[in-house]
Nanobody, 116 residues
């Protein structure tokens, strides 16, 4: 059974940094694209960043380019999101995501709040 468990969220001041991690199990992690999404109150869930299978090509939403970095460690079955220069607009619940075959899997989410 595919499982994704996020950690690392919290409260941070504007301009600060956080690092989110997602630990995966139940599938061959290195075979699959991994992604981070976020959902702010009253808004739709949006794709933040995505990384291909062997730390190759990545995608970033325009709103986070130059501030966020996605990475993966296939030996540890983890995908991380380093978030720098955080802004109040980054406040959201952040979700780890993958698609295994026809099934889409989500973590439980981790709250990130950027506020002074």
């Amino acid at each position: 059974q595919v499982q994704l468990v996020e950690s690392g969220g919290g409260l941070v001041q504007p301009g600060g940094s956080l690092r989110l991690s997602c630990t995966a199990s139940g599938f061959t992690f290195s075979w699959y694209i991994m992604a981070w999404y976020r959902q702010a109150p009253g808004k739709e869930r949006e794709l933040v960043a995505r990384i291909s299978t062997i730390s190759g090509p990545t995608y970033y939403a325009n709103s986070v380019k130059g501030r966020f970095t996605i990475s993966r460690d296939n030996a540890k079955n983890t995908v991380s999101l380093q978030m720098n220069s955080l802004q109040p607009a980054d406040t959201a619940v952040y979700y780890c995501n993958t698609r295994v075959g026809s099934s889409e899997a989500w973590g439980q989410g981790t709250q990130v709040t950027v506020s002074s």
